[in-house]
């Protein structure tokens, strides 16, 4: 006949070693992997100090990430006990970790014997609700989730890129959203903004996007800029944020935001839109190339179409602004490997993607210096300004 | 025989083309073979010297030719190169700055 449950795990617990907490306590920041196998959810709540999460149900396929070396000693431990005796045994019978130990009790033993623990941030049980499906991903993960609400992420425009970027970045919990935007919501805007809604026609995109905004997350504090960006006020909007999200359209203000976002080392992920192509890029400042290594100068006006005058199919800077918003979230949890160095072209009406390689120029006229060597003078000039200027009228 | 990429602003100078195929032994010869079948294109690739233009990106395959060996760098049957033209295309933040 076959074991009860509770028999099995007797038995399995007899073919395993057990350490009192009292024998790990001594081992807390000593470099021996001490390993929490139970779910996700409770590894939040509280855990061993310097504690690695290996939920038992990801035991398999995580272990060796937090554990490399299958000779090393190693402590799991779970709530009681029980859990981690049956990681143990897998772990030593069908792993081959040669010195692994479950500790008796669990954390309540541990709690119980008055040791410390580590009890980070929790979300709330709205929040946990709100993003459980965050969560649920080890990439994000409760850590992930954490790092988003207390990230700063700042949207030049609430146009075609910025409605989409500031709609799921709202989603994802990102607890603060700056919004660049001196424009008012036009009806043909809406074949394409879709954080605006008919009956905004009129108003400020600011005071639009904020509506949709808290509409969906009231969570979100929403700061609205209704300026143009301009030298006199870049430093002071961008100063703070994480991480900036640009989609305008013309060049002078992309080259004014790369010198502004290098002097402050604020990372960029830009896109840019033309007809039924896009294209995507990270600028990290000083890890990867800037705006200017990959383009020295702008092309003249005349080659310098605005997506305003020359038309784009509207589902195109959603696709781009979501793959933006992709970016920023990767880079805030620091998960994944971001387009920093890389340049992504999408074209709509092949269904195609091509990369090219973006190299830092290493006489690259702004980010091969140091920030404070950059002068406000030099911010966004470049040396056909005057007559690019002029001729964009 | 190599494809040249075509981007969307230089389309009108090419007849609306995605990719055109030219021959020639390498990136500067390609260019120039573009620049004879498409005269239009000749202002918008090279500079008065007949070096590329630094608002223009070219790729051969991912790599920018500028760290390859310019319009010198060797191109073989089946490459492709592309043309990158800074693009800016977004929202209409701020027009007028000056």
Known sequence: MSPSGAEYIKRIRAQIEEVDPSEVKPLVGNGVPIIDVREAEEFAVAHLPGAKSVPRGYLESRIDAAVPDRKQ???????????????????????????????????????????EVEAPRALTAEQRDRYSRHVLVPEVGLEGQLKLLDAKVLCLGAGGLGSPVALYLAAAGVGTLGIVDDDVVDLSNLQRQ??????????????????????LNPDVNVVKYQARLDASN????????????????????????????????????????????????????????????????????????????????????????????????????????????RLLMYDALAATTTELKVRRDPECPICSREPDEIGDEEMGVFPDYEAFCAAAG | MATIRIPPVLRPSVGGEREVSVDGANVGE???????AHPETRPQLFGDEGDLNRYVNVYLNDE??????????GVGEGDVLVILPAMAGGSPLDHEIA
């Not at chain 2, 260019?31 to 004879?36: E, F, P, R, T």
């Open chain 1, 73 to 115: 000693r190693v402590i799991l431990y779970c709530a009681s006990g029980q859990r981690s005796a049956l990681a143990a045994h897998t772990l030593k019978t069908e792993l081959g970790f040669e010195d692994v130990a479950s500790m008796t009790g669990g954390i309540t033993l541990w709690k119980d014997r008055g040791y």
């Open chain 1, 194 to 215: 879709v954080i605006h809604t008919t009956d905004g026609i009129g108003t400020p995109k600011v005071d639009s996007a904020e509506r949709a905004v808290k509409g």
């Open chain 1, 234 to 341: 870049i430093m002071e909007i961008i100063d703070g944020y994480d991480v900036i999200v640009d989609g305008v359209d013309n060049f002078p203000t992309r080259y004014l935001l790369n010198d502004a976002s290098v002097r402050l080392k604020i990372p960029v992920v830009s896109a840019a839109i033309l007809g039924f192509e896009g294209q995507l890029s990270v600028f990290a400042p000083y890890e990867g190339p800037c705006y200017r290594c990959l383009f020295r100068q702008p092309p003249p006006a005349e080659l310098a179409p605005s997506c305003g005058a020359n038309g784009v199919l509207g589902v195109l800077p959603g696709t781009m602004g979501l793959l933006q918003a992709t970016e920023v979230i990767k880079l805030i949890t620091g998960s994944g490997d971001p387009l920093i160095g």
């Open chain 2, 30 to 36: 390609l260019l120039n073979a573009l620049a004879d």
């Open chain 2, 64 to 73: 920018d030719v500028r760290v390859l060996d310019g319009l010198d760098t």
